[in-house]
C-alpha cells in the first residue's frame, strides 16, 4: 500500500466541518482483499486495538464497525478505522471518516478521516497501512510499537493545558486558531484577538519570564516584596557549596540558578550526597548553582490568574508498592504502561524516568533497581515532586487559607507574571506562609495545567475557563468581528468590493480578500488572486482588522477548505457551469454542494444571503443554521414573497428601486439608476450584485442608511474601488470596456451591457483559462460571438495545463461554428499584443470589449495603443486635408 498523494485541512472543509486529512492510497495488489476472506485477521485486529468495537461506521450505533469487518469490507476503509483509533489512543476526539475508490480504479482509493494536526495525520495513516498489512500477512505487532505510534501523534497534537483551553474558549464561542505546530493560538478575530502559547499570554511581560528563569533574580524580586522565600546562597564552584552548605546547614536543596520542570534539582540530607547533587545540577545547565535550605512540610503549586488563586494541588512523587514478586524496574514499567501516562507534557501523567536522579534517591533508600520489594512495601522514586517526572497530583484548593492566597498573588505580582504557578513548601495550608514557617520556593511563567485538570485524588478544577475568562471577561464579549464570506460563480469580487465600501465608509479598518489581492484598510498588503484559505486567517490574524470581508472561491475551497470556522454571513450570488470537471467538481450538484460549505458554517446568531431567482442557490437555505435573507431582480419572486409572508427578510427590485424589505415593513435603499455601479441601469448584473452586497451589510448589522449612502458612492470599475470589472475609459472615438468574465454566463451579461449601450461595433479580445472542459469554452466562444462584429482571440500566459494555442484553437473553432466570417477573426496569442492590435484597429466610434487575465498587463497595453490610434488617426486625418486641399 504506498500513500500518493496527501493533503491537510485545518479546518472546515468539503468533506467535514473539522479539521480532516485527505489522502489518496494506490493499495496494489491488497485492493480486492475484504475483511471476511481472513477471519484470523479480523481477531488478530480486535486483539490489538479492542477500542475498534465502539466505532459507529454509518450503521448508528457502537460495534457497527465489528459489523462491517465480519460482513466483508476492504482493506482501505479498514486503514480509515485503524488511523481513527490511533489517534483516539493518542488523544484526539476525531469520530469522521470516509473511504471511496479514485474514479474507475480499484486500486486507488480516497480516504478522509478526521486529524487535528497534519503531521499527526501523517503518521496516523502510513501506521495504519502498515499495522493491516503487518496483520493480514500474520506478523505478530508488539504492544510498544503501537504505543510508539500513538506518542508520535501526539507529540504532533494539542498538549493538554492547550486542548483544555482551546475546549473552554469554544464553550464560549470564542474563536480559536492554532498558528502553528506547537501551542500557539490565535483567540477571537482581528482587533478582537488576544494571544496564548500554552498559558503564556500577550499580556505576560518578556521582563517577568525572565525573572522566573532565574532562581536568583526571582528570590530577590520576593524577598524586596516582603515574600517568605529559602535562606539560599549562589555558588560558583565545589569549594562556594561546601562553605554554603556549612552557612545554611542541612537539609538542603541543589538546583541550577536557571532551570525548569525540576531538571538538576536534589535534596540533600547530609554532606555525603553534596557533591552529586553539584554535579548533577552543573550537568543539566553550566554555570552557578542554589544552594537553599530545605523547607520542611509538602510541596504544593497554587495557580494565579490575574489577580486571583484559582486552583492548588498538592505534587505527590510518584512511587511503587511491592507485591514480593517484581523487581523495582519491572514495578516501573508497569506503572509506565498506564493508558493516562507518556512521555513528556502530552499526557494527563508523564513517565517515570529511570535517570540518574531516579537511581540515586533509590540508592539514599537503600534499595536497588532488581530489588524485589516486600508486598506493601512503599519506595518513592523521585526526591522531587514534578509532573514532568511522573509525579500526580491531589486537588487542595478549598484547603488553602485566604492570606495564603493572597501572598502567591502577591508573589506572582511581584515578579510581573499574569498567568503563574507559584511553588510552596509548607507544613499547613490553613495559614500564612509567615504563620507556619513555609516559603515560596519557585514562581513559574507558563505554568502546566495536567495537575489541577487530571489531579489523581479530588475533583478537575475549571483553570482553563478561568484563564479564558481572564483574558475575555463575560461583559466584554467573545473577541469576534464581523465576518462576510462570498461565493458564487460571478460577481463575487464586485460584492466583496461593495460590501467592504460601506464598512469603510463607517469608518470600520476592513480587511477584503479578493481575486485582487488582501487589502486591510488603506493598504494592499499582498497582490494576487488572493481568495482561499491562507488569505482568510491572514486577515484575521491581523490585529487592525475590526471588519473581515472575504470572497471565497471555489479553488481554494476543494483545495485546502476554509480559513475560518464560522462566519456570522456567507453571500451565494450564483451558481453556473464553471470549474467543472476540477477537483472532483464535475457536475452542478457537486459544485452547490461545495460552495454551500460556506452556508454550512453560519453562526446561529448569523445570516444566510441567497439568490431567490437562482434555483441552485435556493437550495442551500436548508443547510443554514442562521436566518434567511434573500435578495431578487425579479418584481414577483414567489419564494421571496412566502420568505416575507413567514416575517422574513429580502432585498429586491420594486419599481426601479432596491427595497429592502423585512415582513411587511419596506425601507427604500436607491433607485436602480442612481447606483452608479449599472451605468444608470444599464449593467443589470450589478444591480444584482448591488441587491447581494445590500443584504450582506444589512445582516451583519450596518445601518440602511449607511447602506444605501455606500451604494450611492460605489462607482463603476476603473475608479480603484473596483477595477477590472465593468471598467469602461473613454477615448475621443472609442470605448474600451475592461472586464474579468471568463465564463459563458458573464460573457453573456456583458454582451448585454453592450447591446444596453448600443453600440454599433463591438471589437472583442477573448482568451479563457485552459483549466475549463472543452465544451465550455466553446459555449464562451459561441456566446461572445453572438454580440461581436471582430474576435481577437489571445492565449492566457498560464497555460494551466494546455499546450500553447490550444485553447486559441477551440476559440476559433467555436467563433467558425457560429458563422462569424473569417475575416472578422484574428488570432494574437500574446495578451498585451492583442489587446494594443484590437485599441488600434477598431473603427472610429466602436466598442472595444477586453476580458483580461493580467489586468496591469492590458492597462499599460491599452494606453499604448491609445496613444498609436491617436498618432495613426491624426497622419490619417492629414492625408484627408491634403487630398481635399489638392
Request: one cysteine or more; aromatic letters at 4%.
Amino acid at each position: 500500500m504506498r500513500i500518493v498523494e496527501y493533503r491537510y485541512f485545518p479546518g472546515p472543509n468539503r468533506h467535514t466541518l473539522y479539521p480532516a486529512a485527505e489522502v489518496v492510497v494506490d493499495l496494489g495488489d491488497w485492493a480486492e482483499r475484504r475483511s471476511d476472506q481472513h477471519p484470523a485477521f479480523v481477531q488478530a485486529l480486535m486483539r490489538q486495538l479492542p477500542g475498534l468495537g465502539e466505532h459507529h461506521c454509518g450503521v448508528g450505533h457502537p460495534g457497527g464497525f465489528v459489523e462491517r469487518l465480519r460482513e466483508g469490507t476492504y482493506l482501505g476503509h479498514v486503514a480509515e478505522h485503524v488511523a481513527l483509533e490511533l489517534e483516539h489512543l493518542a488523544g484526539e476526539e476525531g469520530v469522521y471518516g470516509k473511504t471511496r475508490r479514485v474514479g474507475q480504479s480499484a486500486q486507488w482509493v480516497r480516504i478522509v478521516f478526521e486529524a487535528e494536526s497534519e503531521a499527526g495525520g501523517r503518521v496516523a495513516i502510513a501506521s495504519a497501512l502498515d499495522l493491516v498489512q503487518r496483520l493480514w500477512r500474520g506478523e505478530s505487532v508488539s504492544q510498544d510499537l503501537v504505543r510508539g505510534w500513538c506518542e508520535e501523534i501526539n507529540r504532533h497534537g494539542l498538549g493538554p493545558s492547550t486542548r483544555a483551553l482551546v475546549q473552554a474558549a469554544r464553550r464560549r464561542q470564542i474563536p480559536v486558531a492554532r498558528l502553528n505546530a506547537g501551542s500557539y493560538l490565535r483567540l477571537g478575530q482581528g482587533i478582537g484577538q488576544r494571544r496564548l502559547n500554552a498559558t503564556t499570554s500577550d499580556r505576560t511581560s518578556v521582563i517577568a519570564v525572565d525573572i522566573a528563569q532565574d532562581k536568583v533574580w526571582t528570590k530577590q524580586v520576593l524577598e524586596a516584596a516582603g515574600i517568605p522565600t529559602p535562606l539560599g546562597v549562589v555558588a560558583h564552584s565545589w569549594e562556594e557549596v561546601q562553605a554554603a552548605a556549612a552557612r545554611i546547614g542541612f537539609p538542603l536543596v541543589i538546583k541550577p540558578v536557571d532551570g525548569h520542570h525540576g531538571l538538576g534539582v536534589s535534596l540533600v540530607d547530609g554532606p555525603a550526597g553534596l557533591e552529586h547533587a553539584f554535579v548533577q545540577a552543573s550537568l543539566f545547565k553550566e554555570g552557578p548553582v542554589l544552594v537553599e535550605r530545605r523547607i520542611l512540610g509538602r510541596t504544593y503549586r497554587l495557580l494565579v490568574v490575574g489577580d486571583e488563586m484559582v486552583a492548588a494541588a498538592e505534587r505527590i512523587p510518584p512511587a511503587v508498592v511491592g507485591d514480593g514478586i517484581h523487581t523495582v524496574r519491572e514495578l516501573v514499567e508497569r506503572l509506565n504502561q498506564d493508558p493516562r501516562r507518556g512521555p513528556g507534557h502530552g499526557y494527563p501523567l508523564s513517565h517515570v524516568p529511570l535517570d540518574g536522579p531516579a537511581i540515586l534517591w533509590l540508592h539514599q533508600q537503600g534499595v536497588g533497581l532488581d530489588q524485589v520489594l516486600a508486598p506493601g512495601q512503599v519506595v518513592s522514586l523521585r526526591a522531587t515532586a514534578n509532573l514532568s517526572t511522573g509525579a500526580h497530583a491531589r486537588n487542595v484548593t478549598r484547603l488553602v487559607h485566604p492570606s495564603l492566597a493572597q501572598e502567591v498573588v502577591r508573589a506572582a505580582q511581584a515578579v510581573g507574571l499574569d498567568i503563574a504557578g507559584v511553588d510552596v513548601v509548607t507544613p499547613s495550608l490553613s495559614m500564612s506562609l509567615r504563620d507556619s514557617q513555609g516559603a515560596v520556593i519557585e514562581v513559574n511563567a507558563a505554568p502546566g495545567l495536567r495537575m489541577h485538570l487530571f489531579p489523581s485524588e479530588g475533583e478537575a478544577e475549571p483553570v482553563a475557563e478561568r484563564i479564558i475568562d481572564y483574558l475575555f471577561p463575560p461583559q466584554a464579549g467573545d473577541g469576534r468581528i464581523p465576518v462576510v464570506a462570498i461565493t458564487g460563480t460571478n460577481g463575487k469580487t464586485t460584492v466583496t468590493r461593495m460590501v467592504a465600501h460601506m464598512w469603510a465608509q463607517a469608518g470600520k479598518t476592513v480587511g477584503m480578500a479578493t481575486t485582487d489581492g488582501i487589502q486591510i484598510g488603506d493598504e494592499l498588503v499582498e497582490r494576487g488572486d488572493l481568495t482561499g484559505p491562507w488569505s482568510a486567517r491572514l486577515i484575521l490574524n491581523d490585529p487592525r482588522v475590526e471588519v473581515a470581508v472575504l470572497e471565497t472561491a471555489r479553488g481554494g475551497m476543494a483545495r485546502g477548505g476554509l480559513g475560518f470556522d464560522d462566519v456570522d454571513v456567507a453571500v451565494v450570488t450564483n451558481i453556473g457551469p464553471d470549474h467543472l470537471g476540477q477537483d472532483g467538481i464535475d457536475t452542478l450538484e457537486d459544485l452547490v454542494d461545495l460552495k454551500s460549505l460556506v452556508v454550512d458554517v453560519v453562526r446561529r446568531e448569523g445570516a444566510a444571503v441567497l439568490n431567490a431567482d437562482d434555483p441552485l442557490v435556493l437550495s442551500m437555505a436548508s443547510r443554514c443554521r442562521g436566518r434567511l435573507v434573500l435578495f431578487s431582480c425579479l418584481e414577483h419572486n414567489v419564494v421571496v414573497e412566502r420568505h416575507l409572508a413567514q416575517g422574513g427578510e429580502a432585498v429586491v427590485v420594486r419599481r426601479g428601486h432596491l427595497v429592502y424589505l423585512k415582513g411587511q415593513d419596506r425601507y427604500r435603499l436607491i433607485g436602480i439608476r442612481a447606483l452608479p455601479a449599472t451605468l444608470r441601469g444599464i449593467a443589470t448584473m450589478n444591480v444584482a450584485n448591488a441587491a447581494a452586497a445590500a443584504a450582506a451589510a444589512v445582516a451583519m448589522g450596518l445601518p440602511l442608511r449607511q447602506v444605501a449612502r455606500g451604494l450611492a458612492s460605489f462607482p463603476a470599475g476603473g475608479h480603484g474601488m473596483n477595477r477590472g470589472r465593468l471598467e469602461i475609459r473613454n477615448l475621443p472615438d472609442l470605448t474600451v470596456v475592461i472586464d474579468y468574465g471568463h465564463n459563458q454566463p458573464a460573457v453573456a451579461a456583458m454582451g448585454e451591457v453592450c447591446r444596453r449601450l448600443k453600440a454599433k461595433h463591438v471589437v472583442t479580445v477573448l482568451g479563457l483559462p485552459g483549466d475549463r472542459r472543452d465544451q465550455d469554452l466553446v459555449s464562451t466562444a459561441k456566446a461572445v460571438a453572438s454580440f461581436s462584429q471582430r474576435v481577437i482571440v489571445r492565449e492566457d500566459h498560464d497555460l494551466r495545463g494546455r499546450q500553447r494555442g490550444e485553447v486559441a484553437s477551440l476559440i476559433v473553432g467555436a467563433l467558425r461554428e457560429a458563422a462569424m466570417a473569417e475575416e472578422h477573426i484574428a488570432v494574437e496569442l500574446d495578451e498585451g499584443a492583442a489587446v494594443r492590435r484590437a485599441v488600434v484597429e477598431a473603427p472610429p466610434g466602436a466598442l472595444c470589449l477586453i476580458f483580461f487575465e493580467r489586468y496591469e498587463t492590458v492597462r499599460a497595453a491599452v494606453d499604448e495603443g491609445a496613444r498609436l490610434r491617436g498618432r495613426l488617426w491624426a497622419v490619417h486625418s492629414l492625408s484627408e486635408s491634403m487630398r481635399e486641399a489638392r
